[in-house]
């Protein structure tokens, strides 16, 4: 069975840079067409898909953050990561990690972690 | 970027009666629809795709129809695990995927 665990630090000062991995256990990350992604949720609002990898460093970015995003895969430990820039309060967020086809819908997600930028 | 839009934004809905969804795309997404559901504190999770396939393990009173713009959820018979916020999510044009703002179906 997939499972999905994002970690990294709760707390992130504004203009630092929010960083989180997504440990995939129960499968691989390498196999062929699916995909891995961050989507994320301010709180009492909707969901905002971040960007998505595949195991080969493709990457794709939702181009209202794509200055300020990075996603990359470390295949051997399993994992892929984000990387959010010059955060600010607007950044504050539950950030899910979730897997899905080229051509379909997020099937896998992790539990979410909550990300607030404050000083 | 493909807009989604669902209505109502709220429905109140009593156990046992059923709940009807709309999720309305920009511009056509074929069958490349996707419902979620979400309970607070809890990611969410897939419960119909390709517009009216159910995912692995989903009941039976769940059951999506649609095609192109307009796509409707219907939950039959409710039950009390299924009062949730609903989300309509597109992935026939990506990227971005984009996800409708959702429905809360809430005890009437």
């Known amino acids: 069975q997939l499972q999905l665990q994002e970690s990294g630090p709760g707390l992130v000062k504004p203009s630092e840079t929010l960083s989180l991995t997504c440990t995939v256990s129960g499968g691989s990350i390498s196999s062929s067409s699916y995909y891995w992604g961050w989507i994320r949720q301010s709180p009492g609002k909707g969901l905002e898909w971040i960007g998505s990898i595949y195991y080969s460093g493709s990457t794709y970015y939702n181009t209202s953050l794509k200055s300020r995003v990075t996603i990359s895969v470390d295949t051997s430990k399993n994992q892929f990561s984000l990387k959010l820039s010059s955060v600010t309060a607007a950044d504050t967020a539950v950030y899910y990690c979730?897997?899905?086809?080229?051509?379909?819908?997020?099937?896998?997600w992790g539990q979410g972690t909550l990300v607030t930028v404050s000083s | 970027e493909i807009v989604m839009t669902q209505s109502p934004a709220t429905l109140s809905v009593s156990p046992g009666e059923s709940a009807t969804l709309s999720c309305r795309a920009s511009?056509?997404?074929?069958?490349?629809l996707a419902w979620y559901q979400q309970k607070p504190g809890q990611a969410p999770r897939l419960l119909i795709y390709?517009?009216?396939t159910r995912a692995t393990g989903i009941p039976a009173r769940f059951s999506g129809s649609g095609s192109g713009t307009e796509f409707t959820l219907t939950i039959s018979s409710l039950q009390s695990e299924d009062f949730a916020v609903y989300y309509c999510?597109?992935?026939?044009?990506?990227?971005?995927?984009?996800f409708g703002p959702g429905t809360k179906v809430d005890i009437k």
């Open positions: 390709g517009a009216s």
């Open positions: 979730a897997r899905h086809l080229s051509y379909g819908p997020f099937d896998d």
């Open positions: 999510q597109q992935y026939n044009n990506w990227p971005p995927f984009t």
């Open positions: 511009q056509s997404v074929s069958s490349n």
